[in-house]
């Protein structure tokens, strides 16, 4: 049998809001601390990044040795 799906409405509540964040405040910085590895890092988790930086390569696996 098919069912009907009811549409659902959002509680005044679930609304999102934006609302202004310091990204220099103690608790952001400690944040990024923890995150990051490097500056550039840091400055991408920001959204500072930039195009034509060069990307992180992925590690290599190790390579079979052929047995005879």
Not at 5 to 16: D, E, F, P
Not at 38 to 56: I, M, P, Q, S, Y
């Amino acid at each position: 049998s098919k069912r009907k799906r009811s549409s659902k409405k959002r509680s005044v509540s679930a609304k999102s809001s934006k609302t202004d964040v310091d990204i220099l405040s103690p608790a952001a910085m400690e944040n990024v601390y923890y995150i990051s590895h490097n500056a550039v890092d840091c400055l991408e988790f920001r959204g500072f990044g930039w195009t034509g930086a060069t990307k992180k390569k992925g590690k290599k696996g190790r390579k079979q040795k052929i047995k005879k």
